[in-house]
């Protein structure tokens, strides 16, 4: 509406123009060198407007003509450009598609149409990625760290091609330039931190944790929980190195060492490996009171063997009969967790207490147990037989059961188990890896299973409490037991379980009944 508006204004303006030179008509009238042109105003002025078009349209052409070589080449270079990036966009869906051959042919073309830009280069790293030539990906992205725009992408190059050689002195080196250039960038900070923990750097690990903190890469719960880890790896090595020394430089050692471990444990009170490491250094140092403290408030919230171990180990030269008294308190603290039990009953096993050892372990051996005994519940039970009425028979059935009892929890990892803690998966280098689980012991599938109602015919195993077969049938398979967990390949056994002594030839169980030449008891 406005565009017909102002037309009908600009044709209305012309025609009043036209109207007032019509009505008032006058000569125009041209004088030189002894000529004169004259002619009426309205045609003299459309012939001037007419040169002053010729003029422009003289002057537009010989501008063009003069910059039509540059014209021509922007055109070129233009057509040149739109095909070099069709190549280039061709070659990373090769890429993403996995075809070495296409992604090479597109690779080529566009660094030919393109020069070498950054995506040029990637494209043809990524192609010799792509087609197995590591030497020609390492040479591109080594081009990219002449330029600034390109350094950090050639880094990052650099670093996945040292990662996938297993050069991990070279990965390292790289990820510290990465984190050096942009001290923001997630990935090169946690590929910094994974080397040097996996390294054992734990100075450098938590130099590393520091500036991740400061940029905000990683959150203030999980700098907590990595910094209790660190502090507990590197009082680990402070305790074994003043292992290695004497007098006051052992005293030296311990000393930093216990200053670490409390480190830790203030800021996690739960967290077991720094706070058993702390009781051991408490001991080695003097400080029992201190180092029971630790321990009983931990046990209250979740016991665990290692807190035994050096609770029982807080004072030197200690008699059993007293160390079964301090256990005794500590056991208090959770009574009914299983993990107070056995350790009462292997401080009741040290002080040659048998009766409390058996009440102690009651809840998993007697007639009444909800559930079968652990692997160390049967250990400790052939201990006690042994110990107590010199049975080895009885003992040796209670090793038996040990080697199909429900094992009892490990410190588990992908492919590792171990008795005791450690900062890393020595197999596969994560950092905090570990768990204290059952080893091997996975999810069932949700599918119920319908058990058929025991009938007359079962017969049931007084000593093992396992119902048998009705007579006639074959026995289920061994692995097919739904109390027994099954380890998988991929997990390495770090501690077996041990074997019954070996029953020997025929009469040796006359031979048990006569009593020990040496008029001692034997050690299980």
Known sequence: MLRALYTFLVIAVLSAIAVWLADNPGDLVLHWRGYEVRTSFVIGLGLLVAVAFLVLFIYRLSAGLVKSPASVSAFLDTRRRKRGFLALSRGMVAVAAGDALEAKRYAGRA????????????????????????????????????????????????????????????????????????????????????????????????????????????????????????????????????????????????????????????????FVPAVALAARLCGATGRTRKGAKLVE??????????????????????SGYDRFKRMKLLAGRNREHIESRVALARAAIGARDWLAARGALEPFVGDNSLERPTQRVCELMAEIEEGEHGNRGSAREWLARALHAPEDPAW?????????????????????????????????????????????????????????????????????????????????????????????????????????????????
Request: no cysteine; hydrophobic share 40%; glycine share 8%.
């Open 111 to 270: 660094r030919k149409l393109l020069d070498e830009t950054p995506l040029t280069l990637l494209l043809a790293a990524q192609a010799a990625q792509l087609d197995g030539q590591e030497d020609a990906a390492t040479r591109y992205f080594e081009a990219m760290l002449g330029s600034p725009e390109t350094a950090f992408l050639g880094l990052r190059g650099l670093f996945v091609q040292a990662r996938r050689a297993g050069d991990r002195t070279r990965a390292l080196d790289i990820a510290r330039r990465a984190f050096e250039m942009r001290p923001k960038t997630p990935w090169a900070a946690q590929a910094v931190f994974e080397i040097e923990t996996a390294e054992e750097d734990w100075g450098a690990a938590l130099k590393t944790l520091d500036r991740s903190l400061s940029a905000k890469l990683v959150s203030r719960g999980e700098a907590r929980r990595r910094r209790t880890v660190l502090l507990t790896a590197q009082a680990i090595v402070a305790a074994e190195a003043a292992h290695m020394q004497g007098g006051e430089a052992r005293k030296a050692a311990n000393e930093t060492a216990l200053s670490q471990a409390l480190q830790a444990v203030s800021l996690d009170p739960s």
């Open 412 to 524: 588990t990892g992908e492919g590792w188990r171990s008795a005791a803690w450690s900062p890393i998966n020595p197999v596969t280098g994560e950092f905090d890896a570990l768990e204290w689980r059952v080893p091997g012991l996975r999810l069932l599938p949700t599918e119920r299973v319908t058990m058929p109602e025991p009938g007359p015919e079962t017969v049931v195993a007084a000593e093992d409490d396992e119902a048998l077969p009705p007579a006639g049938t074959a026995p289920p398979p061994e692995e097919s037991h739904p109390m027994r967990p099954q380890l998988s390949e991929d997990e390495a056994v770090a501690f077996p379980p041990l074997l019954p002594d070996d029953p020997g030839p025929e009469g040796a169980d006359e031979l048990d009944a006569e009593p020990d030449e040496m008029g001692g008891d034997r050690k299980w």
């Open 297 to 318: 408030d931990a046990w209250a919230q979740s016991p665990h063997p290692d807190l035994a171990e050096a609770y029982m180990g807080l004072v030197e030269g200690e």
